[in-house]
């Protein structure tokens, strides 16, 4: 059962960065595409970045600018590094790997951003 570990989130203060990482504990065929989606409190889960198997990306408004994906194929990773945060980013963030039969999941991290 393959599982995704998140890892690199925390507190930061507005104007800070952090950056997130997705590792899946084994391998995945047929990827089609890796994302990260965040909910905030009392909000829905929305879309933040993805980046498809050919390496295009694509970005919610709220964060073009700010955030960047990537992604290490070799390793099954991907990467979320977020620069210039603001409270709104405040959220739990996901990561999820979409292959060709399967969408798998992380468990989530918190990311909150506050002075």
């Known amino acids: 059962q393959v599982q995704l570990v998140e890892s690199g989130g925390g507190l930061v203060q507005p104007g800070g960065s952090l950056r997130l990482s997705c590792a899946a504990s084994?391998?995945?065929?047929?990827?089609?595409?890796m994302s990260w989606f965040r909910q905030a409190p009392g909000k829905q889960r929305e879309l933040v970045a993805v980046i498809s198997s050919s390496a295009v990306t694509n970005y919610a408004d709220s964060v073009k600018g700010r955030f960047t994906i990537s992604r290490d194929n070799a390793k099954n990773t991907v990467y979320l590094q977020m620069n210039n945060l603001k409270p709104e980013d405040t959220a739990v963030y996901y990561c999820?790997?979409?292959?060709?039969?399967?969408?798998?999941w992380g468990q989530g991290i918190q990311v909150t951003v506050s002075s």
């Open positions: 999820n790997i979409a292959a060709a039969t399967y969408a798998y």
């Open positions: 084994g391998s995945i065929f047929g990827i089609v595409g």
